[in-house]
T-cell receptor, first 112, second 111 residues
Framework: KQEVTQIPAALSVPEGENLVLNCSFT??????LQWFRQDPGKGLTSLLLIQSSQREQTSGRLNASLDKSSGRSTLYIAASQPGDSATYLC???????????FGKGTTLSVSS | ETGVTQTPRHLVMGMTNKKSLKCEQH?????MYWYKQSAKKPLELMFVYNFKEQTENNSVPSRFSPECPNSSHLFLHLHTLQPEDSALYLC??????????FGPGTRLTVT
């Protein structure tokens, strides 16, 4: 059974720092991996999608990498801002059209 | 309206009530999903529909009854719920298993 773990559970940084969020999964046979952002009490906003054949994806200040063989992904946030404060969720799917398996998330707080 | 919409956004119901949650996607996707997010637990799948057919049921109690009349609409019918069913219910859609897009969720409180 696929399990997704995110470390750390919470992270506090001053504005301007570069930071890395970690995600690991137990079954390397994934179809794709998605990173999401969730603000308190709100739905999920998709940040980046990495297909299993890809190594990384970039969007603005965000860069996500995938090492499928070791079951790891990282989300790199450059020059963090207070507006980046949210919970970041990592999720994987095993086949097209099937459910995402989520980690518990990393709650990020960026102070000005 | 664009994206994935959910109504109502907030719902308070008693354990003997019957209510329904509605999800609509305006993205032309062929797969729709219900997820549940409880406090201190990871988001977990409830149901998956592909081309209107249910393809996954994650051992969800029968007091939750999904309905997918077409590829754009998804309902979750609720009856005889328990207080532990209070949670954020999220709907998502995707095209052929690619990126999933989520709605804003319905915050359900069972009293």
């Amino acid at each position: 059974k696929q399990e997704v773990t995110q470390i750390p559970a919470a992270l506090s940084v001053p504005e301007g720092e570069n930071l890395v969020l970690n995600c690991s999964f137990t079954d390397s046979a994934i179809y794709n991996l998605q990173w999401f952002r969730q603000d308190p009490g709100k739905g999920l906003t998709s940040l980046l999608l990495i297909q299993s054949s890809q190594r990384e994806q970039t969007s603005g200040r965000l860069n996500a990498s995938l090492d499928k063989s070791s079951g790891r992904s990282t989300l790199y946030i450059a020059a963090s801002q207070p507006g980046d404060s949210a919970t970041y969720l990592c999720a994987v799917t095993g086949q097209a059209g099937t459910a995402l398996i989520f980690g518990k998330g990393t709650t990020l707080s960026v102070s000005s | 309206e664009t994206g994935v919409t959910q109504t109502p956004r907030h719902l308070v119901m008693g354990m003997t009530n019957k209510k329904s949650l509605k999800c609509e996607q305006h993205l032309g996707h062929n797969a729709m999903y219900w997820y549940k997010q409880s406090a201190k637990k990871p988001l977990e799948l409830m149901f998956v529909y592909n081309f209107k057919e249910q393809t996954e049921n994650n051992s969800v109690p029968s007091r939750f009854s999904p309905e997918c009349p077409n590829s754009s609409h998804l309902f979750l019918h609720l009856h005889t719920l328990q207080p532990e069913d209070s949670a954020l219910y999220l709907c998502a859609s995707s095209h052929s298993g690619y990126e999933q897009y989520f709605g804003p969720g319905t915050r359900l409180t069972v009293t």
